[in-house]
């Protein structure tokens, strides 16, 4: 994994959005196209800071989204194409989703450093 894959968070505190999904296996290219625009549009909401996510084989999937309060996360919930792409997602792609909400107290970040 690259240092890409990781989000340039602040120092906290700050909160995250958990967003722990098991897919369908149902319609995998229209499930991509969506999930690449809901990342382009949470980027350019107010309060957004940064996204992590995976997928496993299995289906079940990790995304976290990190914001700056509380009001803009429910801001991003009550977004119109956000809305329409969860009930979206209920109807085509999910079998089970559990979303959590989390306010980050600390954070410790850890690399190896390159040998020269």
Request: cysteine-free.
């Amino acid at each position: 994994m690259s240092q890409t894959a990781f989000a340039n968070t602040p120092e906290p505190p700050y909160y995250a959005v958990m967003f722990t999904s098991l897919r369908n296996g149902a319609d995998a290219e229209g499930y991509a196209e969506a999930a690449e625009r809901m990342l382009e549009l949470a980027a350019q909401q107010p309060g957004y800071l940064g996204v992590e996510s995976v997928r496993g084989a299995d289906g079940v999937g990790i995304t976290i989204s990190y914001w700056r309060s509380e009001n803009d996360i429910l801001a991003w919930k009550h977004q119109a194409e956000h809305a329409a792409t969860r009930n979206r997602g209920r109807r085509d792609w999910y079998t089970r989703y559990i979303t959590r909400v989390a306010r980050v107290e600390r954070a410790y970040d850890w690399f190896a450093k390159t040998t020269p």
